[in-house]
């Protein structure tokens, strides 16, 4: 008997296995058709799941990108008629980055058809914590992260609730630790007009929160530049748009967040969205980068976008 319920697991674990998704449709354009044997052949949608007992037909003029779980992508631009199990020999590694991570976080929920934004807030970890902090329940600083630059005028500041502290105090320091601005807040979040509350200085600075507890954060590095200096570090957004393929495109962003310049990047994945309207995949991406810095109703907005 016990045999028997093996054979049995294994059996259905095979199957299982078999007839699991090995493609989504990530970007396509132009008529294209799936079918699978003894099936006729339907319309191909965006964010399909493909698997290898399955058919697809490009037309004229039409593409496809397809990414596997694994975070790898494949261009098809070519009329013709494609077996999905033959697809795999020529797929090419998705650009390392925070993009490609939330691929493989997203197959899941998507697969199941978890179309709903807390099962990607779930899967999203809110925050790369900033700041050194000493004291029980402490939390600590989400946004800007260490390293942020910028020269948007409107800064938002959040940090985790840190217990009995009552108000707090932001506070944005020189780069000598000197305080350049105080303000009383009772939120976790707030929004400053970095040109008007600094009087138009850039350069260097730090930020933290003091409370009236044990609790001390140390300050996260943060510069604001000009607009000027801004184009000059990373080109111009007309620069971005020159690039035509998706997944390049993915590829600058994450070379954005990794560089530190997560508004300009914020502002590169909203042309990419409205480029690509009703793209599940994409707005999930978009989603989770926007959670990890604290940006929650932003995400929650976006997620809606691809429904």
Same mark, same amino acid.
């Given at each position: ?23 989504? #449709?990530?970007?396509?354009?132009? +008529? #294209? ?17 493909? $698997? ?14 397809? @990414? ?29 980055? =925070?993009? %490609? ?5 997203? /197959?899941?929920?998507? @697969? ?13 970890? @809110?925050?790369? &914590? ?5 004291? +029980? ?10 390293g942020l630059h910028t020269s948007e005028?409107? #800064?938002?500041?959040? /940090? ?5 502290? *009552? ?14 601005? @105080?303000?009383?807040?009772? +939120?976790? #979040? ?8 600094? !009087?138009?200085? =850039? !350069?260097?600075?730090? /930020?933290? =929160? ?27 957004? %007309? ?5 035509? +393929?998706?997944? %390049? ?5 994450? %070379?954005?967040?990794?560089?530190? /310049? ?15 309207? *009703?793209?599940? &995949?994409? $707005?999930?991406?978009?989603? &989770?980068?926007?959670?990890?810095? !604290?940006? $929650? ?8 976008? !691809?429904?």
């Amino acid at each position: 008997m016990k045999l028997i319920f093996t054979f049995s697991f294994f059996l259905i674990s095979f199957i299982c296995w078999a007839q699991a998704p090995s493609y989504c #449709i990530y970007l396509m354009s132009g +008529d #294209i058709t799936v079918s699978a044997k003894g099936k006729p052949a339907k319309k191909a949608k965006l964010n399909q799941f493909l $698997s290898d007992n399955q058919e697809l037909k490009l037309g004229g003029k039409a593409q496809l990108t397809l @990414v596997t779980r694994e975070s790898k992508y494949l261009v098809l631009n070519t009329p013709g008629t494609y077996p999905v199990a033959n697809l795999s020999q020529n797929l090419k590694n998705y650009p390392p980055g =925070v993009t %490609q991570k939330y691929v493989s976080l997203l /197959w899941k929920d998507l @697969v199941a058809s978890q179309d709903n934004f807390s099962s990607v807030r779930k899967s999203a970890s @809110v925050g790369t &914590m900033g700041g050194v902090h000493r004291g +029980d329940d402490c939390g600590g600083l989400v946004f800007p992260t260490p390293g942020l630059h910028t020269s948007e005028d409107n #800064i938002r500041f959040t /940090w985790r609730t840190i217990p009995k502290s *009552g108000n707090y105090e932001l506070v944005i320091l020189d780069d000598q630790l000197n305080d350049v601005l @105080v303000r009383q807040v009772a +939120d976790t #979040i707030v929004n400053v007009n970095i040109p008007k509350e600094l !009087g138009g200085k =850039v !350069g260097n600075f730090y /930020w933290t =929160v003091r409370v009236k507890t044990s609790c001390e954060i140390d300050p996260a590095p943060f510069e604001f530049v000009t607009k000027e200096q801004d184009e000059k570090s990373v080109g111009s957004e %007309q620069a971005f748009q020159s690039i035509t +393929d998706p997944i %390049q495109q993915l590829s600058a962003i994450d %070379q954005l967040v990794k560089d530190g /310049w997560i508004y300009r990047a914020f502002r590169y994945f909203d042309k990419l969205i409205k480029n690509n309207p *009703g793209n599940k &995949m994409l $707005s999930g991406q978009y989603a &989770m980068l926007l959670l990890q810095y !604290g940006f $929650s109703k932003e995400a929650e907005e976006v997620y809606d976008l !691809g429904k």
